[in-house]
């Protein structure tokens, strides 16, 4: 079997900063705290959990003097404001071009727009997007679109993993829905970057498998996406999650991952497909 990997399967550099920082921050501290999971992956949060960041649900689950890390999806206004009267000391491991959406959103509705989010209802990077403003729309499907009611004036982000076919399909409805609508795309470069390359390696492979947690909508976009392309698609977590029954038949093997998986899964999947290779499924 040949074996091919994504080049940009796995961590994005927002992801990979945000990581990087909570392992400086538990080297130069000892410890220090995240409100919620960092990224949507078990084993990064495991294995972080292990060198000294601790997951917690609220400012109060803090020890006095210990620094929080802010993730890579975005917070809520209201946990800065608190961060500051507690004196808490913030790691902001927000990513950049989420921070970018933040400023997209708050320029749309100075100009007096409804604001629209394509995205997934109760996704933390979503819930952060919409609090920048006082009132926003969520839309999650072409469905859901569809049973908007018109309006004058509306400005539309995107969550920065969503699918360039999920986003095309929600502005075509509506741009029947609103008169006066400006779109900002703001599908992140890294996610583009990869959904391209999951297309053409979908189509070119016998099997393609998407590795990443199922807590991940990226994830699980991604693998849809492979789907549509392949239906000898499959999405695992890890290595263990490989069954050998898959490779029987098997040239051509193509793998990618989420933005929140980390290259050492991604080896160790390719390393068990060597394994299953070796012991000739035919």
Known sequence: MK??????????????????????????????????DIVHNERVVR???????KVVETLDDIPDDSPVLFRAHGTLNKLWDESTDKNVQVIDATCPLVYEIHREVKKLSL???QIIIIGDHGHDEVVAIA???????????????????KMKKAGVVSQSTQTIENVQEIMNILMTKVFDLHFV??????????????????????????????????????TQLA????????????????????????????????????????????????????????
């Open 47 to 53: 294995d972080l959990e292990k060198a000294g960041a």
């Open 185 to 222: 795309n703001t599908i992140c470069f890294p996610t583009k970057r990869n959904q391209a390359q999951i297309k053409t390696l979908a189509e070119n492979s016998d099997i393609m498998i998407i590795i990443g947690s199922f807590t991940s909508a990226n994830s699980k976009r991604l």
């Open 3 to 36: 074996i091919s990997v994504a080049k940009d399967a796995g961590y994005c550099f927002g992801v990979r900063d945000a990581v990087n920082m909570a392992y400086d921050a538990t080297e130069k501290y000892g410890n220090v705290y995240m409100l919620g």
């Open 131 to 149: 609090n920048q403003v006082e009132t926003t729309i969520i839309v999650a499907s072409p469905e859901e679109a569809s049973k908007l009611k």
């Open 111 to 113: 100009d007096g727009r």
């Open 227 to 282: 789907l549509e392309k392949n239906k000898n698609s499959f999405q695992v977590t890890c290595a263990d999650d490989v069954k050998k029954i898959w490779f029987k038949g098997v040239n051509q093997v193509g793998i990618s991952a989420g933005a929140s998986t980390p290259d050492k899964l991604i080896n160790e999947v390719k390393e068990k497909i060597k394994m299953i290779n070796k012991e000739k499924v035919n």
